[in-house]
């Protein structure tokens, strides 16, 4: 049968049974002569010609930060011996570029010799504003936290280890926390609180040391030792960050009733 007597239909079912699958080109190809022919060889790209590398100077080493030692604040924070001398001697430091940038200093609140200190991490924008630590909406968060164990604000006392607002809310450096940690530590004998408790990992890693994180350090009693005294410690998380993690609220709420449970051992 000629190729001429088949209709289309019948031409591509000859051509599945002898096994053709792909059609590639409408014109036939030998590839045997196509086998043939030999491949024109493949010249490098030329590449321009690098550019001269230019060599610098190696650069300087940044300058010294200051350290607790530079400053003094050690023995500026031992020279007060009662609260409003120390709020006096921390208006006075200079050691701190924050100071410039801050509206007010943020000292602290409370009555002394308290049921409870609370010490958080810094100011916010609406403390900087009015000058009282957590008045914001953390600090709503927190009287609320608080009211459900039974305590208000004149039960506590409440500070934070820098007293100046950090500009855009960022997080203090180590050398900024390490300038006033003997000023909070100061802070926490003159207030001669019961229990110490500690809002964030900032917190507890500068009056501690443990650097492990707050959601593995909240939740456990510790002891927190000066050089005149020593009371029991507890690290939970700050209400800023309960803000953004409302999940987390459970754990605070174990925290704090912990917190009640050492009061009610305290004052039995």
Same mark, same amino acid.
């Given at each position: 049968? /000629?190729?001429?007597?088949?209709?289309?239909?019948?031409?591509?079912?000859?051509?599945?049974?002898?096994?053709?699958?792909?059609?590639?080109?409408?014109?036939?190809?030998?590839?045997?002569?196509?086998?043939?022919?030999?491949?024109?060889?493949?010249?490098?790209?030329?590449?321009?010609?690098?550019?001269?590398?230019?060599?610098?100077?190696?650069?300087?080493?940044?300058?010294?930060?200051?350290?607790?030692?530079?400053?003094?604040?050690?023995?500026?924070?031992?020279?007060?011996?009662?609260?409003?001398?120390?709020?006096?001697?921390?208006?006075?430091?200079?050691?701190?570029?924050?100071?410039?940038?801050? /509206?007010?200093?943020?000292?602290?609140?409370?009555?002394?010799?308290?049921?409870?200190?609370?010490?958080?991490?810094?100011?916010?924008?609406?403390?900087?504003?009015?000058?009282?630590?957590?008045?914001?909406? /953390?600090?709503?968060?927190?009287?609320?936290?608080?009211?459900?164990?039974?305590?208000?604000?004149?039960?506590?006392?409440?500070?934070?280890?820098?007293?100046?607002?950090?500009?855009?809310?960022?997080?203090? /450096?180590?050398?900024?926390?390490?300038?006033?940690?003997?000023?909070?530590?100061?802070?926490?004998?003159?207030?001669?609180?019961?229990?110490?408790?500690?809002?964030?990992?900032?917190?507890?890693?500068?009056?501690?040391?443990?650097?492990?994180?707050?959601?593995?350090?909240?939740?456990?009693?510790?002891?927190?030792?000066?050089?005149?005294?020593?009371?029991?410690?507890?690290?939970?998380?700050?209400?800023?960050?309960?803000?953004?993690?409302?999940?987390?609220?459970?754990?605070?709420?174990?925290?704090?009733?912990?917190?009640?449970?050492?009061?009610?051992?305290?004052?039995?």
């Amino acid at each position: 049968m /000629s190729g001429d007597s088949l209709d289309p239909l019948a031409m591509l079912e000859w051509y599945q049974t002898a096994g053709a699958d792909e059609a590639t080109a409408q014109d036939p190809v030998d590839r045997f002569v196509a086998s043939e022919k030999k491949a024109e060889p493949v010249l490098p790209a030329v590449r321009p010609s690098p550019e001269p590398m230019l060599f610098s100077a190696a650069p300087l080493p940044p300058a010294p930060r200051p350290t607790v030692a530079d400053a003094g604040t050690r023995a500026l924070a031992r020279g007060a011996s009662t609260l409003e001398e120390l709020k006096k001697i921390m208006e006075n430091f200079d050691g701190c570029s924050l100071k410039a940038s801050a /509206s007010h200093m943020v000292f602290g609140a409370g009555v002394e010799n308290p049921e409870v200190m609370i010490v958080g991490e810094a100011p916010g924008t609406e403390e900087d504003r009015q000058g009282i630590p957590f008045v914001g909406v /953390s600090g709503q968060l927190l009287d609320k936290m608080l009211a459900s164990i039974g305590l208000d604000r004149t039960k506590v006392y409440i500070s934070n280890i820098l007293p100046w607002h950090p500009p855009a809310n960022r997080k203090p /450096s180590e050398e900024e926390v390490a300038l006033f940690v003997p000023f909070i530590r100061r802070h926490i004998v003159l207030v001669r609180p019961k229990i110490l408790l500690m809002l964030g990992g900032s917190a507890v890693s500068a009056l501690t040391g443990v650097t492990q994180g707050i959601t593995r350090a909240r939740g456990k009693w510790t002891v927190y030792s000066d050089e005149e005294f020593s009371l029991p410690a507890l690290a939970s998380f700050h209400p800023a960050f309960l803000l953004r993690t409302p999940a987390q609220k459970k754990m605070a709420w174990r925290d704090f009733l912990m917190l009640k449970q050492k009061l009610s051992e305290l004052n039995a």
